[in-house]
């Protein structure tokens, strides 16, 4: 009996320790990026599922650090940007950074809405506004403690593509040997796509996300301090971080494994191979792989995109609420903490308005990848930087091999923003 109940009771104290990492890396796997990876599976079959091998250490690599920055200062990273860069370098990228973020709350409440259409019916506009007054709601009016495991609970929603792949045929050995051996090849379309892979998977926002959500984490975890003040519990709050951060990141690469898989099973044997949106990825699979796989699909993709708003815009509000010296926490009331939960609002009620625009949903998320582009670079250098001095960091500098991985994530990026910018010029 002993035994059982140290086989149970270890998964269970192993999950109790999943946080912010594991809502981050759900986060990515939005609908934005679903359109990306089932772009991939419908062009080129399993010949991209490499880019999400490759980018797993590496997204793991820089989310650590920026958690680190926020668990060692008990600040964000926008606080602790302000505290080593002069306000002519910081508040540009914080501000497109807002930019790219509305934008993609823009095309993910278009994305939720349109495969909400699809499942049930009815008018698409009407679905935007109470998907983004829900998650407004959810964000202003529940308390943290609440509000958490929420999204916790959401993030199950992304086992919707593990369930298509299993409705569908799949040659596994086939699988292996594109992953592993891959067939690369040079040509534009290609290339953009390995490029926007690796955009989507490395985002911004993410960085603010985790960060924040350490530090708020430190306040509401009785014991759960910063390090640069209470040094005696890094070995176990550094094992906790890098536990949370490697199985978050590998949860969401899986998933985004599994979303290529899924339309690289289906629609590219089928000849299918212009996708535009998650929506008609989940429309086309169903004369293919039939209701089943195209249900999951589509409520997969509500799903996501109800855990992935309230990030975009909670990222954004702690961004610029660090930014302008004002309370940023989803713990504080709306009274004291009026800039934060400001941004929240506009940010959101500017996504939903965006809906009724009449803006190309496609030529947005190109846009939002861009301006992502641009902000990702100088702000990865920041962290990598900032997580190196002692001034900020004192004892917790970062070292090894999460040093080695936040660089070469920064170097990808940086040839990613460089392609993104010659595509685009030209």
């Known amino acids: ?74 600040r964000g990273l926008a606080n602790n940007m302000q505290r080593c860069y002069p306000i002519a370098l910081t508040l540009p990228l914080i501000l497109l950074l807002l930019v790219a973020n509305i934008i993609n709350i823009a095309a993910d409440l278009a994305a939720m809405s349109d495969a909400l259409k699809l499942v049930v019916g009815g008018p698409r506009h009407v679905y935007s506004i109470i998907i983004g007054i829900a998650c407004l709601m959810l964000q202003v ?24 792949v299993f409705a569908s045929h799949v040659d596994w050995s086939h699988v292996v040997s594109e992953t592993f051996l891959p067939q690369m090849s040079f040509d534009a379309t290609y290339v953009l796509l390995v490029v ?8 911004p926002y993410l960085f603010f996300w985790q960060a924040a959500e350490e530090v708020e ?5 009785p014991d759960r301090k910063s390090l640069i003040d209470h040094p005696a519990q890094a070995p176990r709050e550094l094992k906790r971080l890098v536990f949370d ?25 089928a000849g299918i191979y212009h996708i535009q949106t998650s929506a008609d990825a989940a429309a086309a699979l169903r004369p293919i792989a039939g209701d089943f796989a195209f249900i999951l699909f589509a409520m997969g993709i509500i799903g996501t995109g109800l855990l992935a708003i309230p990030v975009l815009a909670g990222s954004a509000a702690y961004a610029v609420a660090e930014l302008m010296k004002k309370p940023a926490s989803l713990k504080l009331t709306v009274c004291s903490a009026k800039h934060f939960y400001g941004v929240i609002i506009i940010a959101t009620l500017i996504g939903i308005g965006l809906d009724f625009s009449g803006i190309d949903p496609i030529q947005a998320l190109i846009w939002s990848a861009v301006i992502n582009g641009i902000v990702a670079v100088p702000l990865m250098i920041a962290v990598m930087h900032m997580s190196s001095m002692p001034k900020i ?7 090894g091999k999460t040093k080695l991985l936040g660089w070469l994530a920064t170097a990808l990026m940086t040839v990613t923003a460089i392609i993104l910018g010659l595509v685009n010029l030209f």
């Open 196 to 203: 926007g892979i690796f955009g989507t998977t490395i985002s």
């Open 393 to 399: 960091m004192g004892d917790f500098t970062i070292k």
């Open 245 to 269: 951060t490697m199985f978050g990141m590998g949860f969401s690469n899986l998933i985004s494994f599994f979303i290529i898989l899924t339309t690289a099973a289906t629609l590219f044997p």
């Open 217 to 221: 984490d430190i306040a509401d975890i």
């Open 141 to 164: 009016f529940v308390p943290y403690h609440r509000y958490l495991p929420i999204l916790k609970w959401l993030t199950l929603s992304l086992f919707a593509y593990v369930g298509t």
């Open 1 to 74: 009996m002993k035994l059982l109940q140290k086989v149970f009771s270890y998964p269970l104290s192993a999950l109790k320790k999943l946080g912010p990492g594991l809502v981050t890396g759900a986060a990515d796997d939005d609908p934005s990026g679903i359109a990306t990876y089932s772009q991939a599976g419908a062009q080129y079959g399993f010949g991209l599922l490499w880019t999400i091998v490759l980018t797993y250490p590496l997204m793991a690599g820089i989310q650590m650090v920026c958690a680190r920055i926020g668990l060692v200062t008990g």
